[in-house]
């Protein structure tokens, strides 16, 4: 599965701002962040179907992870962003699950290259 992530950039705080990723297949997909001099960290998921989603505490109600299977993609809307939001976004693949997402990085396989996501206060 190969992964190709866009739609980052530049963007004051309490703006939006929407990631995509292509998926060369169709698999549970996640989102994973890394700030500098941080560790990687899980913000949300999406099974297979689109019928399951997990978010992280940190952007529930703010972030929303959708996907079209038609097109292979999946999407994260991103809203009222803030600086700790700060960080290099990785989407994911997670091909051992059918019906379910994790929010455990270890269960992806695939990874995307990242895409910058900087929020300026």
């Known amino acids: 599965v190969q992964l190709v992530e866009s739609g980052g950039g530049l963007v004051q705080a309490g703006g939006s701002l929407r990631l995509s990723c292509a998926a060369s297949g169709r698999t549970s997909m996640g989102w994973f962040r890394q700030a500098p001099g941080k560790e990687r960290d899980f913000v949300a998921a999406?099974?297979?179907?689109?019928?399951?989603?997990y978010y992280a505490d940190s952007v529930k109600g703010r972030f929303a992870i959708s996907r079209d299977n038609a097109k292979n993609t999946v999407y994260l809307q991103m809203s009222r962003l803030t600086p700790e939001d700060t960080a290099v976004y990785y989407c994911a693949a997670d091909p051992s699950r059918l019906y379910t997402c994790s929010n455990n990085e270890r269960d992806y396989v695939y990874w995307g290259q990242g895409t910058q996501v900087t929020v300026s206060s």
């Open positions: 999406i099974s297979r179907s689109g019928s399951n989603t």
